[in-house]
T-cell receptor
């Protein structure tokens, strides 16, 4: 049972445009969400997080939106740069369990076209 | 220092070998993790250490044996592995169990 789903395995975006990566979850206990970026042969790098008390969090070019009623979150990258080409994982956890129950999605490969 | 360092980066071992993976962090994090990642799959949690004590073992076979000698170090001892254990093994740490985890670069393990 995949509790965190990233339904788009891949996404191609023109450099300078907005990249939107989507993530859906099924477990209503999840209340803390993270995005990680992963280059080949490297470990995931933490990008940005959001807790369920907020619906938006920004950090530079990265913004995460959370729609609790739809159990959906998205990561917006604007403007997209070639160095953003990587696999992006969303992850979720529940308060009280923290990283001990961090559940990852299957990832979306983002390719930025120069 | 905001790094989690894993050694070795690559490891090839036979099914009768004994080897160890090492992980080190100097961020003062009190939670450390081992994950396993197969190709095109998300990372899967194996073990969690909190304040140097094993708090989670996600039903991992006994041929994988974790050890936390101190708050900065985490080892994963490997013995009698199978070819299907070939994967990227990731170490991570976090300040506590409820803050974002930082990952190392991983050890690419191949069992022959």
């Amino acid at each position: 049972d995949q509790q965190v789903k990233q339904n788009s395995p891949s996404l191609s975006v023109q450099e300078g445009r907005i990249s939107i990566l989507n993530c859906d979850y099924t477990n209503s206990m999840f209340d803390y969400f993270l995005w990680y970026k992963k280059y080949p042969a490297e470990g995931p790098t933490f990008l940005i997080s959001i807790s369920s008390i907020k619906d938006k969090n920004e950090d530079g070019r990265f913004t995460v939106f959370l729609n609790k009623s739809a159990k959906h979150l998205s990561l917006h990258i604007v403007p997209s740069q070639p160095g953003d080409s990587a696999v992006y994982f969303c992850a979720a956890s529940a308060w009280g369990f923290g990283n001990e129950k961090l559940t990852f999605g299957t990832g979306t490969r983002l390719t930025i076209i120069p | 220092d905001t790094e989690v360092t894993q050694t070795p980066k690559h490891l090839v071992m036979g099914m009768t070998n004994k080897k160890s993976l090492k992980c080190e962090q100097h961020m003062g994090h009190r939670a450390m993790y081992w994950y396993k990642q197969k190709a095109k799959k998300p990372p899967e949690l194996m073990f969690v250490y909190s304040y140097e004590k094993l708090s989670i073992n996600e039903s991992v076979p006994s041929r994988f044996s974790p050890e936390c000698p101190n708050s900065s170090l985490l080892n994963l001892h490997l013995h009698a592995l199978q070819p299907e254990d070939s994967a990227l093994y990731l170490c991570a740490s976090s300040q506590d169990r409820n803050t974002e985890a930082f990952f190392g670069q991983g050890t690419r393990l191949t069992v022959v």
